[in-house]
């Protein structure tokens, strides 16, 4: 029935549903109409089943005021969930492995050792218990369970039981194709650095006529890109704000407000913080990486609001900033406002938020289906 109401809406064949919350439109999505008809079905549908083993500090419980707070913050989410969340495994479309990387990363790790083995036997000794306990993992060889993640690391934790690699949803911030990310069964995690435990103060900005500063960026040298970008552009031009220290006094977050362009350059991991504060602040999202999978991808038009250039461009990003023209700079701007509902935490989640869109990509993934017009609702 899901299936046939969003091929229906994809389609367009679907009668206009009212929704007094919020109406998707635009060319930031791929299909309005069939995402809207999908969040509305997972409404109706989704259930989750989180497994009750596990205990602080491992299991149930993140980081929530940390560049990892997004592991934090979806787990204590789907821990007080009243509408996804099930206490009756037999009606679960999804089942929910509840530990967090960082967690393990904190309290299991030995940085002296520079060996995974610690985190990975973890992991693999909760799934045997679990499938040892329980029918539901052994009986889809865990394509119905998902883990997330939003350390670096999480991927090679995924390893540790080869069909949680291979075959069960992996939400991860770290969502790169050169390792091992599946778009079609993977799920990109936003990477939310909520410093002060929520956004509260971040989100907002100036018009695009008050916004000076043609792009701007303020980091650490790591990684193989930010290199190559500190190298073209730090201090060579007054147009394009590249920094990798901020003279003191300067707010990183009052620069970004008066920026037109926030270039995001992956460190050694693809996933960035700035993608999200680029949008809080409503400063259109340069992406500067490789592999990199966007959170929602699968529903939003990411070319709408942001520009993605590759890195052997970054010689000419100014070039490239400069000749998108004032009306397509603003059309961008504009939709990036628009879709930041989609990337705000709340506290309790709200419809449409970010811990809406997670489960929304997680509900996409368990049916099998694809709402991006070049793909195919099976």
């Excluded at 899901?2 to 109406?23: F, L, S």
């Excluded at 993140?62 to 996804?84: R, T, V």
């Excluded at 680029?278 to 592999?291: D, N, Q, R």
């Excluded at 938020?353 to 070049?374: A, E, K, P, T």
């Amino acid at each position: 029935m899901a299936r046939a109401a969003i091929r229906d809406a994809r389609w367009g064949n679907a009668t206009e549903v009212k929704d007094q919350d919020y109406v998707p439109n635009g060319p930031m999505y791929w299909n309005a109409g069939a995402f809207q008809r999908s969040y509305l079905e997972m409404e109706k549908q989704f259930k989750v089943y989180v497994y009750k083993e596990g205990e602080h500090p491992l299991f149930h419980n993140g980081p929530c005021k940390s560049i990892y707070s997004m592991e934090g913050n979806f787990i204590h989410g789907l821990e007080i969930d009243k509408q996804f969340r099930t206490k009756d495994p037999e009606k679960a479309l999804v089942f929910f492995l509840p530990f967090s990387v960082t967690m393990l990363v904190r309290f299991v790790y030995d940085s002296d050792s520079h060996d995974f083995g610690p985190l990975k036997h973890t992991v693999a000794d909760y799934i045997q218990v679990l499938s040892e306990r329980y029918p539901y993992w052994n009986r889809s060889l865990g394509a119905d369970h998902f883990m997330l993640a939003c350390h670096d690391w999480g991927p090679e934790v995924s390893r540790s039981v080869p069909d949680l690699y291979k075959n069960s949803i992996r939400v991860l911030c770290n969502a790169n194709t050169t390792e091992g990310f599946v778009p079609s069964k993977d799920v990109s995690f936003p990477e939310i650095n909520l410093v002060t435990g929520n956004a509260e103060g971040f989100i907002g900005g100036p018009s695009p006529s008050k916004r000076s500063i043609l792009a701007f960026f303020a980091g650490g040298l790591h990684g193989p890109i930010r290199p190559i970008l500190l190298q073209h552009w730090e201090n060579k031009d007054p147009d394009m704000q590249v920094h990798q220290y901020l003279p003191k006094g300067v707010s990183y977050y009052d620069k970004m407000k008066k920026s037109r362009f926030c270039l995001c350059p992956s460190g050694y991991e693809v996933a960035s913080p700035r993608v999200v504060e680029a949008l809080y602040a409503g400063c259109v999202p340069v992406l500067l990486s490789s592999g990199y999978v966007p959170p929602f991808s699968d529903v939003l038009n990411w070319k709408a609001f942001s520009v993605i250039v590759p890195v052997e461009d970054i010689p000419n990003l100014k070039q490239i900033l400069e000749k998108i023209s004032s009306r397509n700079y603003i059309r961008m701007q504009r939709r990036g406002v628009q879709v930041r509902r989609h990337f705000v935490v709340n506290f309790p989640p709200k419809r449409y938020d970010v811990y809406h869109m997670i489960l929304h990509s997680i509900w996409l993934r368990r049916l099998n289906v694809r709402i991006h017009d070049g793909g195919q609702v099976q």
